[in-house]
T-cell receptor
Framework: GAVVSQHPSWVICKSGTSVKIECRSL??????MFWYRQFPKQSLMLMAT?????????EQGVEKDKFLINHASLTLSTLTVTSAHPEDSSFYIC???????????FGAGTRLSVL | AQSVTQLDSHVSVSEGTPVLLRCNYS??????LFWYVQHPNKGLQLLLK??????LVKGINGFEAEFKKSETSFHLTKPSAHMSDAAEYFC?????????FGSGTKLNVKP
């Protein structure tokens, strides 16, 4: 089956620094990738939709200057949390969709802890 | 508005007994529907999908789900629970290029 690799799986950083999370589709080309945030004991909250070669579409309430998304190739999207603060601590999950299909393949998630 | 509702936030079963996780959808058109499982600190793994073919869908690990249009339901079942089934389960709908997530059901399996 399709595999999505997300890296790192866990990161700790100091307040005010930036963190980059990578999401790669390993065996398919992902024209669309999604970034989610998940709070403890809650469902996934869509942050943004990323299409290869174009600007990401952010959901209402998500700061695009804080959460920078780059989808420069058909197999890689990155999420950069800029000037991270403790309230940004969360579990971030990416997913990828092949072509115009309706199946999402998820990465294993990144646990971000901001001190 | 389109939505997916998981009726139970927690379900607890004994090992070896049947599992039923309930999901209802709200949509003007028949959506594609999926069940995903999430183990702690992991991403979501696709269990099965319904995309307007057979209404009874078989997935991995012995799970299956039945699409019932008259009841707007897509409940997930398994005849016999295993300890390794303990996890969070999400019902997800897809329609008009948008995904809709249920709030999740945490399955606890007692020995």
């Amino acid at each position: 089956g399709a595999v999505v690799s997300q890296h790192p799986s866990w990161v700790i950083c100091k307040s005010g620094t930036s963190v980059k999370i990578e999401c790669r589709s390993l065996d398919f080309q992902a024209t669309t990738m999604f970034w989610y945030r998940q709070f403890p004991k809650q469902s996934l909250m869509l942050m943004a939709t990323s299409n290869e070669g174009s600007k990401a579409t952010y959901e209402q309430g998500v700061e695009k200057d804080k959460f920078l998304i780059n989808h420069a190739s058909l197999t890689l999207s990155t999420l950069t949390v800029t000037s991270a603060h403790p309230e940004d601590s969360s579990f971030y999950i990416c997913s990828a969709r092949e072509g115009g299909g309706n199946i999402q393949y998820f990465g294993a998630g990144t646990r971000l802890s901001v001190l | 508005a389109q939505s997916v509702t998981q009726l139970d936030s927690h379900v607890s079963v004994s090992e070896g007994t049947p599992v039923l996780l309930r999901c209802n959808y709200s949509s003007s058109y028949s959506p594609s529907l999926f069940w995903y499982v999430q183990h702690p600190n992991k991403g979501l793994q696709l269990l099965l999908k319904y995309t307007s073919a057979a209404t009874l869908v078989k997935g991995i690990n012995g799970f299956e789900a039945e699409f019932k249009k008259s009841e707007t339901s897509f409940h997930l079942t398994k005849p016999s629970a295993h300890m390794s089934d303990a996890a969070e389960y999400f019902c997800v709908g897809y329609n008009f290029n948008k995904f809709y997530f249920g709030s999740g059901t945490k399955l606890n399996v007692k020995p």
